[in-house]
């Protein structure tokens, strides 16, 4: 597939980093599964992989963390 970033580069399997912060709440989740641009270096995250970042999101928030870093878990 095609960046729809730049544009010139494809999109490979591989993973990334997603930053997510609401309020006073920053939550890092590393190795969720992705498609890379090989050009630019663009993440691309599928729907699903999403669904699980956003769910572990509600969780630090209900827990009242602030800060954390958390490892993506497929199920």
């Known amino acids: 597939m095609k960046c729809v970033i730049c544009k010139h ?4 399997p591989g993973f990334t ?3 997510l912060t609401r309020d006073a709440i920053i939550l ?3 190795n969720v599964p992705a498609r890379v641009c090989e ?4 993440a691309h995250i599928d ?3 999403a669904s699980r970042v956003l ?5 630090a ?3 009242g963390v602030q800060v954390t870093v958390r490892e993506y878990v497929a199920i």
């Open 9 to 12: 580069g494809d999109t490979r």
């Open 17 to 19: 980093t997603s930053t």
């Open 28 to 30: 890092v989740v590393r």
């Open 39 to 42: 050009n630019c270096g663009e």
């Open 47 to 49: 729907q699903d992989a």
């Open 55 to 59: 769910v572990a999101a509600e969780d």
């Open 61 to 63: 928030a209900q827990a």
